[in-house]
């Protein structure tokens, strides 16, 4: 280890030496570094492309790997590596709620220096929030993704309704269609026992006006809480969301609603450009719009995405950082925004013209992401999601009443907190 | 005598290499699990520090735990009751004699030599409420008015996994039981029937009892086997709905590798693998006393 250290600004001197000697035939030592993230919709020659271009440019060699497409596994997989404090790892693709846990654990390096203020506002403000940890900047947003509403334009216009302004509006316009014509699901969002059943729950509990954890005191059991999630049980006890919503995950919903069996539909930016797909049963005919706000107008998406950051391990910081720079620069947001479909973190890119061309969908996100929350940026976060997971999943199927399973979460999730608190 | 020293040396070498694995791959790891569940240890918070006693005393009390152990052992004893009647039934049918029966015998292994994650990811395409084919089969019979959302029930969807598993590991109790069967020799059935023994005597009399050790095995295998469950359900549920099945083995995966308290999640693991000693302590004890109790007095020694 520390034979390679002492070597590495040896390596980096002789490729200055050598490039001021400005040999045309001789080609400086290169610098490799390993660049590991997430699998790339549609390929992954799409960002080997992109990484191409970068090698090009600045004459450092980057490996590139895919990770297995499950998000817990590359969980499983960054942890393990970064706490063996393997060396062949440079830059990481980090899941917006990764980002304070590792952190904390001090496997990143700050970029706080890197990314002045400035530079900062330049990004949504809500993946920034996601990616600084006590007061420092850890991550660099890559791409956004955002909870949205998809509805059915078609469905409302006949009924000449507007798009709901709040969840109460939503169940009551589901009441309306239904009534008319039974065969229709309502409103489906994922309610399995899994991560995505918390962001939604995060959705309708900023919309009602309630917090899971506010300045170090939990927050769960409020009364702006506990209606939140009578609002959510009412769903599927009264039939507005179908039994199916319980068992679902994204996919699930995706295709119910994308086979044209539902009004609402709660998911990811990935499912808009699936249902305008040609051949599609709804193509021309969904709507997307931010997560209603309401009752209490506090609402908002629940903010996911990906963050790119530099291994406290990685031997070569600078050449990390120069390809971080360069993935997040307006040109190859743009170039994946077309290619892949990964939405910018950049806000600028939502008003260029060429880009709204091409993607017309990109002004509509734009509230939304504005608008988003990050989970709650906390080193606890995967304890507190393991916690309020069951719990959740109790009250919408109706195993515990709202009250009881919300003082089971706060319950636990204090313990946590406190058991973290006397822990230094 | 250096031939006898020589040969020592030869079947130490064979030896070795067993001894080495055993050590390396089960020993080394087990201590460490020991190790670790009396530890406070979570690399996130650069905890890592002597606990003594204190996982074991908050397991005690921690009812998510004690869920999760009332949840496998219920699937452990429905799921295998069902696998090994239905399993007997099936070995005794495959050991008959008929046209086909080696096209039979390789038919019914079929699902267990498919990889268990796929095998769940088809019965979570079978349960799904909407493009399901058991709702579809259950509506044309008239059985069910509207979807049922079996994996997102708290009561059905145990139940589930249950039936997903029947179906998969079915085959493995009747290959068991076969070569019990086969084992058995066939006189003793045809002196019984001279005798005039009916069918069901025979049965009874006859190849239950001859059975015993086959069954005993396969009871023991599976049991095993279902007490630490984790792929199917974790595929088919995740634990859900409201952790109705979340099962021990998926409590310790949540716990080490997704909140990281590789301490906690140490201790739970141990105890896990304590409880499932000690069912099957009672398993063997249970199979070896009504082995003896049914023994006749001229086979004492």
Redesign the interface.
């Known amino acids: 280890m520390f034979k390679l250290k002492r070597f590495v600004p040896v390596a980096l001197l002789s490729t200055v030496a050598l490039a001021a000697c400005d040999g045309p035939q001789t080609r400086p030592t290169q610098v490799t570094i390993v660049f590991r993230h997430g699998k790339v919709p549609g390929g992954p020659n799409l960002l080997r492309e992109l990484l191409d271009r970068f090698e090009n440019e600045s004459g450092i060699r980057v490996v590139d790997e895919t990770l297995p497409a499950s998000t ?1 596994i590359q ?2 997989y960054f ?1 393990t590596t970064l ?1 063996g404090g393997r060396s062949d790892l440079d830059v990481v693709s980090m899941d917006v709620i990764w980002v304070p ?1 590792f952190s ?3 496997w990143l390096l700050p970029l706080s220096e890197r990314v002045p203020g400035a530079a900062r506002t330049l990004f949504f403000r809500a993946p920034i929030d996601a990616c600084t940890f006590a007061g420092d900047l850890y991550g660099v947003p890559w791409y956004v993704d955002a909870g949205v509403l998809y509805y059915r334009k078609d469905i409302l216009e006949a009924y000449g309704m507007g798009i709901p302004e709040s969840y109460p509006e939503l169940a009551g316009q589901v009441r309306r269609v239904l009534a008319r014509e039974p065969t229709l699901y309502g409103f489906l969002w994922q ?4 991560e995505g059943l918390v962001c939604c729950a995060l959705e309708v509990l900023a919309s009602f006006g309630g917090s899971v954890v506010s300045k170090g005191r939990v927050t769960i059991a409020s009364p702006e809480a506990r209606e939140a999630f009578r609002f959510m049980r009412e769903m599927v006890a009264s039939g507005m969301s ?7 995950d994204e996919e ?1 919903t995706r ?2 609603f994308g086979s044209g ?1 539902a009004v609402f539909l709660r998911n990811w930016l990935y499912a808009w450009s699936l249902f305008e797909r040609e051949g599609s049963p709804v193509r021309g005919k969904v709507g997307v719009a931010p997560i209603p706000p309401g009752p209490s107008g506090t609402g908002g998406s629940t903010l996911g995405g990906w963050q790119l950051g530099i291994a406290r391990q990685s031997s070569h910081p600078d050449q990390a950082w120069a390809l971080i720079e360069f993935l997040t620069r307006p040109d190859s947001q743009a170039r994946l925004a077309r290619t892949v479909g990964y939405r910018p973190s950049r806000r600028s890119l939502y008003d260029d013209a060429a880009l709204i061309r091409d993607i017309p969908v990109l002004p509509q996100l734009v509230g939304s992401i504005d608008r988003a929350h990050p989970r709650p940026v906390t ?1 606890l976060y ?2 507190l999601s ?1 916690i309020l ?3 959740i ?2 009250i ?5 009443g709202v009250d009881e399973a919300l003082e089971d979460a706060r319950r636990e999730l204090q313990l946590v907190l406190d058991e ?1 608190a006397c ?1 230094p | 005598m250096t031939d006898q020293v020589s040969e020592r040396r030869t079947a130490l070498a064979f030896l070795l290499p067993g001894a080495l694995a055993v050590t390396v791959l089960v020993f080394v790891p087990l201590v460490w699990v020991v190790w670790l569940s009396f530890r406070r240890a979570m690399p996130v918070f650069g905890v890592d520090r002597f606990a003594g006693l204190e996982n074991f005393v908050h397991l005690f009390s921690d009812s998510r735990f004690w869920a999760a152990a009332g949840n496998t052992l219920y699937f452990a004893v429905v799921a295998v009751s069902i696998e090994v009647i239905l399993g007997l039934a099936i070995a005794l049918l495959i050991h008959q004699r008929f046209r086909g029966r080696g096209l039979v015998r390789a038919a019914v292994l079929i699902p267990w030599v498919i990889p268990t994650v796929v095998t769940a990811r088809m019965w979570e395409w079978i349960y799904n409420p909407e493009f399901g084919l058991m709702n579809y089969l259950l509506r044309t019979v008239s059985l069910i008015s509207g979807p049922v959302s079996w994996l997102g029930d708290p009561f059905w969807a145990i139940h589930a996994a249950i039936l997903a598993d029947v179906w998969k590991t079915t085959p493995f109790a009747a290959l068991l039981l076969l070569a019990g069967l086969a084992s058995i020799p066939p006189d003793l059935a045809d002196a019984a029937r001279v005798d005039g023994a009916g069918l069901w005597q025979v049965f009874t009399q006859i190849t239950l009892p001859l059975l015993r050790p086959a069954l005993l095995v396969t009871v023991l295998f599976r049991f095993l086997d279902s007490f630490r469950v984790f792929d199917a359900i974790y595929v088919l549920t995740g634990g859900g709905p409201a952790n109705t099945t979340e099962t021990l083995a998926i409590y310790t995966y949540k716990v080490l590798f997704q909140t990281m308290r590789f301490g906690y999640g140490s201790a739970i693991a141990l105890s896990t693998f304590a409880m499932s000693g000690v069912a099957s302590i009672v398993i063997v004890g249970l199979g070896s006393r009504s082995a003896r109790a049914t023994r006749s007095p001229d086979d004492a020694p």
Do not use: C, F, N, W
């Open positions: 817990d969980h499983q942890i706490e846990e904390r654990a001090g309610g399995k026992q899994y179908p039994p199916l919503v319980t068992t679902a699930a295709l119910v069996r080193a995967p304890a393991q997971q069951p719990e999943s109790a919408i199927t109706g195993v515990k973290m822990d």
